[in-house]
Nanobody, 128 residues
Framework: QVQLVESGGGLVQAGGSLRLSCAAT?????????MGWFRQAPGKEREFVAS????????YYADSVKGRFTCSVDNAKNTLYLQMNSLKPEDTAVYYC????????????????????WGQGTQVTVSS
């Protein structure tokens, strides 16, 4: 069983930065996993933000965040990160991390149904 716990959300002004963390625990290795970040704004569907392979660190981003957000993994700490720069009010959402056991492939998984495990989410609010 995989457990994912997000942290790092908060309130920030437009143009500011935040770094989200996702601590991952499992009884097995994450070697073949892909990890992802998704977000869900009120009244909207959950949408893809970024994904990364656990071992190779290959990444894939949604067009809306490309060049502003950076997804990374610290294998020693079993932690996934999402560095968010140049934040905009439209980035306001609950952010979720997710894990897919056989995601080390191309193209990387980027759809909700492709991920088996989810964290509880962390709120990010960007004020204008």
């Amino acid at each position: 069983q995989v457990q994912l716990v997000e942290s790092g959300g908060g309130l920030v002004q437009a143009g500011g930065s935040l770094r989200l963390s996702c601590a991952a625990t499992s009884g097995e290795t994450f070697r073949s996993y892909a990890m992802g970040w998704f977000r869900q704004a009120p009244g909207k569907e959950r949408e893809f933000v970024a994904s990364i392979t656990w071992s190779e660190h290959n990444t894939y981003y949604a067009d809306s965040v490309k060049g502003r957000f950076t997804c990374s993994v610290d294998n020693a700490k079993n932690t996934l990160y999402l560095q968010m720069n140049s934040l905009k009010p439209e980035d306001t959402a609950v952010y979720y991390c997710a894990a897919e056991p056989y995601g080390s492939r191309w193209p990387l998984p980027s759809h909700v149904h492709e991920f088996d495990y989810w964290g509880q989410g962390t709120q990010v609010t960007v004020s204008s």
